[in-house]
C-alpha cells in the first residue's frame, strides 16, 4: 500500500480508537434505581416546611419508579397525610402511578421542573431541558434536570407554596 | 491536495464503521461490566442484532459498488466525522453516521449501491435519536394506546379489567405499568428497519407488495406485543413469564417470525436485482 492510501486511513483509524477508547472509558452503568440522588436537596426544602422523610416507596415492583416519602410532623400538629417525591428521569410514563397515588388518597399531584411548579407533565419541557442538559454535559457545563413528581394524600397544607425554587440553589 | 488511489467506498465504509462502533460502545461497554464478556458476547453485546445486520448489509452494498476515486472533499467530510465523533455521546455518533450516510445519499453521481447501502446506513443511524426523540413526546399517548389495546384483549377472557393510560389492572387486581421499553413502538421501529433495509437492498424500486408487507409488519408487531402485554396484565406469574422467562423468548421469536415472512412476502416476487452488477454493467467491470 502506498503511502499516500495509509495516511488517510491512519488518521481516520487513529482518530477511531482515540474516540472509541473515550466512549468506552467514560461508560457508566445506568442508574436503574428509581432512588435519586439528589434526594437530600428535597429533605432540605420539604423540611423547612415541617416535612422529615420517613422511607422509600416503591411504585413498581421493579427499581423503575421509587418514590421518598414524608410525613408533616410540624410542632404541636398531628396530620396522617404523607407526601410522595418520585423523580421522572424519562418522559411521562411514570405520571399515572403518582397519580393513582393521589387519587386514593384524595391529594394532589403536581410536577416540578427545575423549580417550577406544573400542573400537568411538561413533557416538551422536559424534554428540551434535557436536550439543553445533554448539550451542556457535552459541553463539560455539567447540568442537572431537576424533575419531579410530588403527589399528597391526605395533605394539611398546600404543598405547591413549598419555595420549590430552591431546589436549584440546592 | 490529497492525492490518494483509495476509493470513496473504502473511505465511507472506514468511517462508517468508527461512527457506528462509537454509537454502540457505551451500551455495549456498560452490558460487558454487567454480565461478564463471555456472557455478553453470547447475548450479542446488548445489541438488537437487527441493527447491526442492517449495518451490515449497509456496508456490503456500499463496498460492493463499483470504486470511485475519492476526492478531497470526501476525505474532509470523513475526518470531520471522526473528528465529530470524539464528542462524548452516543446520540451525536447516531448523527455523525446521518451525516455520512447523507452525503452519499444526496450525492447522485454515486453508483446505486452505494446509494441503497447509504439509505439503509440512513435509517440505522436515525432509528435511534428519532425513536427516543417521538417517544420522550408522545410516551403517554403511545404507551396509552398499548394499554388501551391490551386491556381490549385482557377482557375478551377476563371480566373486571381495567387500564388507566399505560397502566393496565388486571382481573385480580394485578397492575402492568407499561414503560417506554415495552411500548410496540419500540419494537416496531426494529421491524420496519429490517423491512427497509432487506427491501432496499435488494429491490431497485419499493413495489406495491412491498409497501403491503411494510403496512403488514406495522399492524402484526404491535398486535403480538399488545397479546403480550395482556398475558402480562394477567397475573404476576404470567409477567414474569412473559417479561423475563422463556415466554419473551417466544414472543422474540414470533417477531422475528412475522417480520422475515412478511419481508420474504415482499420481496419474493417482485423484479428484484442485484445494484452491484447493474453498477458493474454501467461501470463496464466484469
Known sequence: MRMRNVLPMLTIVILALLSISLKVTTARMPDTNGAFENHRAIDIVLGQAGFVPVGWHRLTNADAYIARVYHDIRVNFHCAGEVFV?????NAEGVVLVEALAEQGQGDVFYLLNGEVRDVFPTLSAFMERVRTAFGNILGRARTT?????????????????PWKQLEDA | ???????????????????????????????????????????????????????????????????????????VLALAVSVGLFIPSATVAWLMLGALAAAILLDKSLPEN????????????????????????????????????????????YDQVGHRGNLIIGPDGHRLLI????????????????????????????????????????????????????????????YVFFHSGEGRYWFEAGI?????????????HANAQCPADADHRHSGAA
Open chain 1, 86 to 90: 418520585a423523580a421522572m428521569p424519562r
Open chain 1, 146 to 162: 431537576i424533575h419531579f413528581a410530588i403527589a399528597s394524600t391526605h395533605p394539611c397544607q398546600d404543598l405547591r407554596t413549598v
Open chain 2, 1 to 75: 491536495m490529497i492525492r490518494s488511489d483509495l476509493s470513496i467506498q473504502t473511505i465511507f465504509a472506514v468511517t462508517a464503521v468508527i461512527g457506528f462502533l462509537n454509537a454502540v460502545a457505551r451500551p455495549v461497554a456498560v452490558t460487558i461490566e454487567k454480565e461478564g464478556a463471555l456472557s455478553a458476547l453470547l447475548s450479542g453485546l446488548g445489541m438488537n442484532p437487527i441493527l447491526a445486520a442492517s449495518f451490515v448489509l449497509a456496508i456490503i452494498l456500499v463496498l460492493h459498488s463499483a470504486p470511485r476515486p475519492v476526492r478531497q472533499h470526501h476525505f
Open chain 2, 114 to 157: 452505494m446509494r441503497a447501502g447509504g439509505a439503509i446506513m440512513m435509517a440505522v443511524a436515525m432509528r435511534d435519536p428519532l425513536s427516543r426523540a417521538l417517544l420522550d413526546l408522545f410516551a403517554e399517548p403511545l404507551l396509552a394506546f398499548d394499554g388501551r389495546v391490551a386491556a381490549i384483549w385482557l377482557s375478551t377472557f
Open chain 2, 179 to 238: 414503560l417506554t421499553g415495552c411500548s410496540s413502538f419500540a419494537n416496531l421501529s426494529y421491524s420496519l428497519l429490517a423491512w427497509f433495509a432487506v427491501s432496499r437492498a435488494f429491490l431497485s424500486s419499493f413495489t406495491r407488495r412491498v409497501w403491503i408487507a411494510g403496512a403488514g409488519i406495522s399492524v402484526l408487531v404491535p398486535v403480538l406485543n399488545h397479546l403480550r402485554l395482556a398475558r402480562m396484565g394477567l397475573d404476576a406469574e404470567a
Open chain 2, 256 to 268: 422475528v417470525l412475522i417480520t422475515c415472512t412478511l419481508i420474504l412476502w415482499g420481496t419474493r
